[in-house]
C-alpha cells in the first residue's frame, strides 16, 4: 500500500479529494496533514476516519521535523499539496501569513520530498522513481483577463494581489526544484470551485447563508466580475490524472468552461433558493431571495475576468468535466440546505 501526504484535506478542496482517493483506490494510504485552521473541518471526513487507510495528522507544514518526520517514518510515495491561506480579502488584510504558509510551508515541503526520494540531482533513491509531488494552485496567479481570451499553462504570471502572489511564489519554488534538482513534480492551476464543504467565507456559500438567514447579499462594485466555475469533484478527478498521468514536470490547468458574472451567480441561486427553500417556509418577510441583494464597495485590486482553457488535461490525459454550472449548483445548494435541517 502506498503513503500518500495531503495537506490541508480538512479544507475545502482537500477533503473532497481525499473521499475521492478512497473510494476509487484500495492501495493508497492517506496521511491528511492539516494545521486545522478556521477554514478546516474534520467532520467533513467523519465518514472516513475509522477506514484504516485514512490518519489525521494535525500539523503545520512549516514544522520541518515533523515533516521529515512524517517521509521518512511512513515511507512517503507522493504528495498532493493543497494546504494554503486562500482568501483574497484576507490577503489585503494581513498578507504576511500567506507568504509564510504558501511560501515557506511549499518549500518545507518540497526540501524533505527531495530529502527522501532524492540521492542527488536528477538522481532519484532506489525505490523512489515514481515518487511524485503534486501542487495545487490557482488561475489567478496569472492575473486578470479583458472580455476575451483565456488562461494558458504558457499565460505570463500577473498575480495582482497579495494571495495570487504567494501563490505564484509557491509555483515558481515547485518549477525551480523539478529544474534544479530533478524532482518529479506537477503543477495544477484551477478555476474557481465550488461545491461541498466550501468555507462560509467564500461567495457561493455566503451568498447561500446570508438567503437562507434574511440578511443582504454583498455584491462587491458592479456584480460584473467573470469567473470560470468548476464543480469540486471534477476537480479532483483532474488532480488524480494529473497525479497519475501528467509528465514530470508539466503544469495543467483544469478549469469548467463555466463563466458566469457575480450577478449571474447570485440570481442562479436565489432562484433555486425559491424552489428549494421559499421565503416563507423559513418564516422571512421578504418575498423574494433576490431582494436581499446589495451593492458594496469594491475590494483593492479586484481582477475583472478568469478563464481556463482546459485544452491540455482534455487532450493529453483524457480529463472532462462532468457538471455544467447549472447541475453542479443545484447540488450544491442541495447539499447547503441538507446541512441546515
Known amino acids: 500500500m502506498k503513503t500518500l501526504i495531503v495537506t490541508g484535506g480538512a479544507g475545502f478542496i482537500g477533503s473532497n479529494f481525499i473521499l475521492y482517493m478512497l473510494e476509487k483506490y484500495q492501495d493508497y494510504k492517506i496521511l491528511n496533514l492539516d494545521k486545522l485552521t478556521y477554514a478546516a473541518n474534520k467532520e467533513y471526513l467523519n465518514s472516513v476516519a475509522t477506514d484504516p487507510r485514512y490518519e489525521l495528522v494535525v500539523g503545520d507544514i512549516l514544522d520541518r521535523d515533523l ?6 517514518e511512513r515511507d512517503v510515495a507522493g504528495v498532493v499539496h493543497f494546504a494554503a491561506e486562500s482568501h483574497v480579502d484576507n490577503s489585503i488584510s494581513g498578507p504576511a501569513i500567506f507568504i509564510e504558509t504558501n511560501v515557506k510551508g511549499t518549500l518545507t515541503l518540497l526540501e524533505a520530498a527531495r530529502a527522501h526520494w532524492m540521492d542527488a540531482p536528477f538522481t532519484p533513491k532506489a525505490g ?8 495545487v494552485s490557482t488561475d489567478e496567479v496569472y492575473g486578470s483577463l479583458g472580455e476575451t481570451g483565456l488562461f494558458r499553462e504558457d499565460t505570463p504570471y500577473a498575480p495582482n494581489s497579495p494571495y495570487s502572489a504567494s501563490k505564484a511564489g509557491s509555483d515558481f519554488l515547485v518549477r525551480a526544484w523539478h529544474h534544479t534538482y ?17 468555507h462560509a467565507e ?22 460584473k466580475n467573470v469567473r470560470d466555475w468548476l464543480y469540486v469533484r471534477d476537480h479532483c478527478a483532474g488532480i488524480d490524472l494529473a497525479f497519475h498521468k501528467g509528465a514530470p514536470g508539466e503544469t495543467y490547468n483544469i478549469g469548467g468552461r463555466n463563466e458566469r458574472n457575480n450577478l449571474q451567480i447570485v440570481g442562479t441561486i436565489t ?22 441583494i446589495t451593492f458594496v464597495t469594491d475590494r483593492p485590486g479586484h481582477d475583472r475576468r478568469y478563464a481556463i482553457d482546459a485544452t491540455k488535461i482534455e487532450t493529453q490525459l483524457g480529463w472532462k468535466a462532468q457538471e455544467n454550472f447549472e447541475t453542479g449548483i443545484r447540488k450544491t445548494v442541495e447539499w447547503y440546505l441538507a446541512q441546515r435541517r
Open 182 to 198: 530533478g524532482l518529479n513534480t506537477i503543477i495544477t492551476n484551477c478555476s474557481n470551485n465550488y461545491g461541498p464543504h466550501q
Open 202 to 223: 467564500k461567495l457561493i456559500p455566503t451568498i447561500i447563508r446570508k438567503a437562507l438567514a434574511g440578511e443582504k447579499i454583498p455584491i462587491y462594485g458592479d456584480g
Open 271 to 292: 432562484e433555486l433558493l425559491q424552489q428549494l427553500a421559499p421565503p416563507q417556509s423559513r418564516q422571512l418577510s421578504i418575498a423574494h431571495y433576490k431582494d436581499l
Open 67 to 72: 515533516v521529515m518526520c512524517l517521509f521518512s
Open 128 to 135: 523512489k522513481e515514481n515518487c511524485r509531488f503534486l501542487h
